[in-house]
């Protein structure tokens, strides 16, 4: 974390694991934050998750199942701490200076839309923390809840989920949905959208980078303030065409009342959908974040409109 302030390094990370063989809580720990780091490599002794348990195998498979979705984003942060040096764990005062409080390197953001909090402690299944909350609205990545900063909270979570909240303040990730076991086999044809629109007037850009070419596609997510929601996709740098989804994340008790693409309403022609997924019930717990196409989202947040174009 401190890395990307100070040595401009964006690329540093944790050997995953460490160099011991360690509980399975501390596996599952280190896992997840590895998967939500910089790079991803397990390092420095037996950290083969099937050695463990059953269950070890699927958290570890959720967390890596995750990372591989996030390979767009990922893709694309790496191009730009390339062009710029801006890291993909990024401590808070880059984006928050004014704060004392957004220097520590015990939390980050990650892929400018996640702020990460890992537990490290590993005695312990369920654990607590301190987090700084930055200014703006967040979205808990296990339960929906929303927290508005800056403000310090406690949190708790047992060993298989890492502390973790979305930036509703116009967040905008891009994952893709297909399985694939290399980056380059990877399915691109169809790409998802997560975005987290802002209450008031916001403007954010991303960009689809395409792997082994610097060929580019421009996205801008753009709010009003007023209750209307823009998404301007650029004109593919490869000249081929792709279908997208757009996985609105509303607030509780929203809905699309309407959506035109291209100033078509949707079910014309165009083909495009638009879907309602309402949140899990109580009892449901098995949500897992950044699930794709088709996830509903968790207890306490608002539903998701799916938007396929």
């Given amino acids: 974390v401190d890395s990307g302030v100070h040595g401009l390094k964006p690329f540093v990370h944790s050997d995953c694991g ?3 063989r360690l509980s399975a809580g501390a596996l599952m720990r280190w896992t997840a934050h590895c998967a939500f780091g910089s790079i991803l490599r397990f390092h420095g002794a037996d950290h083969r998750a099937w050695t463990y348990s059953d269950h070890m195998v699927d958290v570890v498979r959720n967390y890596l199942s995750a990372r591989y979705r996030l390979l767009p984003s990922l893709i694309a942060a790496g191009n730009k701490a390339t062009e710029t040096g801006f890291p993909l764990v990024a401590r808070g005062d880059l984006f928050w200076p004014e704060f004392r409080e ?35 609205d967040w979205e808990d990545a296990w339960d929906g809840s ?7 909270i406690s949190t708790k979570q047992p060993y298989e989920r890492q502390p973790m909240w979305y930036r509703r303040d116009g967040g905008l990730l891009v994952l893709a949905d297909g399985d694939a076991k290399r980056v380059e086999d990877q399915d691109w044809s169809s790409l998802t959208l997560e975005a987290f629109p802002s209450q008031g007037a916001s403007e954010t850009h991303r960009a689809v980078v395409e792997r082994g070419s610097a060929l580019r596609t421009q996205l801008t997510l753009r709010t009003d303030g007023k209750g ?8 593919m740098g490869t000249g081929s065409a792709r279908a997208w989804l757009l996985r609105l994340h509303l607030l509780p008790g929203q809905r699309a009342a309407s959506v035109r693409v291209d100033g078509e309403e949707v079910g014309g022609p165009s083909g495009t959908s638009l879907v309602h997924l309402m949140p899990r019930d109580a009892d449901d717990d ?12 968790p207890t306490s947040a608002g539903p998701v409109a799916e938007i396929r174009i």
Avoid: K, M
């Fill in 18 to 20: 460490g160099d011991l």
């Fill in 102 to 136: 957004s220097a520590t390197n015990t939390q980050y953001i990650f892929l400018e839309d996640i702020l990460v909090a890992p537990l490290w402690n590993i005695l312990w299944n369920t654990t607590g923390r301190s987090v700084w909350v930055p200014p703006g």
């Fill in 146 to 152: 929303l927290v508005r900063g800056p403000c310090t």
């Fill in 228 to 235: 209307a929601v823009s998404l301007e996709i650029g004109r």
């Fill in 286 to 297: 098995g949500h897992f974040p950044l699930s794709g196409a088709g996830a509903a989202p």
